[in-house]
Nanobody, 121 residues
């Protein structure tokens, strides 16, 4: 069993900051890419940022220079620092991780339950 648990969401005013955290736990042999997705009401889920185990990052154009993704491999944790938040950043944010539960298993995508981020104008 593998679990991803997000925290750090909430209500913030325009221009404010939030830091999301996601901890992976359970039967984990190895984690490769970890990432954050978001889904706004009536819209499809979209990739916000990702980071490899080596620390290589990728960002959606809409958040470049505004969000920073990082991870602590020893803690199986990924973070998303969100600055200068805007109402259009309002969404449920989901953590994703590609995990192997043993040396013989395939990589499997796991998801967290989501954390709500609401930016008021």
């Amino acid at each position: 069993q593998v679990q991803l648990v997000e925290s750090g969401g909430g209500l913030v005013q325009t221009g404010g900051s939030l830091r999301l955290s996601c901890v992976a736990s359970g039967s984990i042999f190895s984690i490769t890419t970890m990432g954050w997705y978001r889904q706004a009401p009536g819209k499809q889920r979209e990739l916000v940022a990702s980071i490899t185990s080596a620390g290589r990052t990728m960002y959606a154009d809409s958040v470049k220079g505004q969000f920073t993704i990082s991870r602590d491999n020893a803690k199986n944790t990924v973070y998303l620092q969100m600055n200068s938040l805007k109402p259009e950043d309002t969404a449920v944010y989901y953590c994703n991780a590609q995990i192997r539960t043993s040396a013989a298993s395939y990589w499997t995508a796991y998801w967290g339950q989501g954390t709500q981020v609401t930016v008021s104008s």
